[in-house]
């Protein structure tokens, strides 16, 4: 009999490429992800995986046994959501992966609402970076992920997974307050001499906000890099760089600089991802339930999508 642990495996490795990353994604070794692997074979009588140069990749049997091992868990899923639905309480454990400014926006109020309406409910948070979402959904690594899509980013849902927009979060440029003779700057244009701090290379972020500046007819002269956002509100407000930052991150700090609306006034989608299959899972509801609330409360808070952004705090 084929051992669904070890499908697992073979899926996973579908996904990741090596026996390496399997190993790192799932906290095993990567000899005892071979062992496993050479087990499934022998339980499926057929070779599954075969070696290409230093690495593995998988055979026409292999493919095949992915494509039923990924039916078999999302099977799984709904059975485990339809017995959770028999429960008069919600209950259990739910594992969200969430970035940097939804964390700081959201995660608190969230935390609240759950432990007030739903006591029995656990949630652990972690953040990752958005992009790296989707594997780490599809390998059980989450149970939700918060992510989020820049203009022109965009990229339907993977296979397997299900996903729904959250809210429209909108993006800015953010300078200094105390430009002196360059507070008439007032187009996006304006600020080709700049110093810019992005995000870093390949990032979905970072693409975006290349491709902006290009539209508007300059290259920027990009002087800083980091993934932290909190680090791109400083350099700004310092006098040092200029930065292209979405609303979410004023949900926990008062803005000291000038905003400056980027052309068609662009957001991005902020959306909730689950594993198909698992969505009617009563726990994943209320949560999604509970975001969708305090998505709503920001999204009244902040109006007009043309108006500065403020915090509750300010």
């Known amino acids: 009999m084929l051992n669904l642990h070890r499908m697992r495996l073979l899926v996973e490795l579908h996904r990741?490429?090596?026996?390496?990353?399997?190993?790192?994604?799932?906290?095993?070794?990567?000899?005892?992800?071979?062992?496993?692997?050479?087990?499934?074979?022998?339980?499926?009588?057929?070779?599954?995986?075969?070696?290409?140069?230093r690495g593995v990749r998988l055979t026409a049997a292999?493919?095949?046994?992915?494509?039923?091992?990924?039916?078999?868990?999302?099977?799984?899923?709904?059975?485990?959501?339809?017995?959770?639905?028999?429960?008069?309480?919600?209950?259990?454990?739910?594992?969200?992966?969430?970035?940097?400014?939804?964390?700081?926006?959201?995660i608190p109020d969230i935390l609240t609402i759950v432990s007030e309406r739903?006591?029995?409910?656990?949630?652990?948070?972690?953040?990752?970076?958005?992009?790296?979402?989707?594997?780490?959904?599809?390998?059980?690594?989450?149970?939700?992920?918060?992510?989020?899509?820049?203009?022109?980013?965009?990229?339907?849902?993977?296979?397997?997974?299900?996903r729904q927009r959250l809210f429209s979060d909108a993006l800015r440029l953010y300078t200094a307050g105390n430009e002196g003779r360059h507070t008439n700057r007032t187009q996006l244009s304006d600020f080709a001499d700049a110093h810019w701090v992005f995000e870093p290379r390949g990032k979905p972020a970072r693409a975006w906000a290349e491709a902006v500046c290009r539209a508007a007819g300059f290259e920027p002269r990009v002087r800083f890099e980091?993934?932290?956002?909190?680090?791109?509100?400083?350099?700004?407000?310092?006098?040092?760089?200029?930065?292209?930052?979405?609303?979410?991150?004023?949900?926990?700090?008062?803005?000291?600089?000038?905003?400056?609306?980027?052309?068609?006034?662009?957001?991005?989608?902020?959306?909730?991802?689950?594993?198909?299959?698992?969505e009617t899972r009563p726990a994943l509801v209320a949560l999604r339930g509970v975001l969708g609330e305090t998505a709503g409360r920001l999204e009244l808070d902040s109006g007009h999508e043309h108006r500065a952004p403020t915090s509750t705090r300010c």
């Open 16 to 53: 990741r490429g090596t026996l390496a990353e399997v190993a790192a994604a799932l906290s095993y070794s990567p000899s005892s992800v071979s062992q496993q692997l050479s087990q499934l074979q022998s339980e499926a009588g057929v070779e599954l995986i075969e070696p290409v140069g």
């Open 118 to 162: 739903h006591p029995a409910l656990t949630l652990y948070f972690t953040e990752i970076q958005p992009d790296a979402g989707t594997a780490a959904l599809l390998a059980r690594e989450f149970d939700l992920v918060l992510g989020e899509q820049y203009p022109g980013q965009e990229h339907p849902p993977a296979t397997g997974i299900e």
């Open 226 to 278: 980091s993934a932290d956002l909190l680090v791109h509100v400083q350099l700004v407000e310092t006098g040092h760089a200029t930065a292209l930052l979405p609303d979410l991150v004023w949900g926990s700090r008062c803005p000291t600089g000038r905003f400056v609306a980027p052309p068609g006034a662009p957001t991005r989608d902020v959306f909730t991802a689950v594993r198909a299959g698992a």
């Open 62 to 106: 292999g493919e095949i046994l992915v494509r039923h091992a990924e039916m078999i868990l999302r099977q799984i899923d709904r059975a485990e959501a339809d017995l959770a639905a028999t429960r008069s309480e919600i209950v259990g454990e739910l594992k969200v992966a969430t970035f940097q400014t939804a964390a700081i926006a959201l």
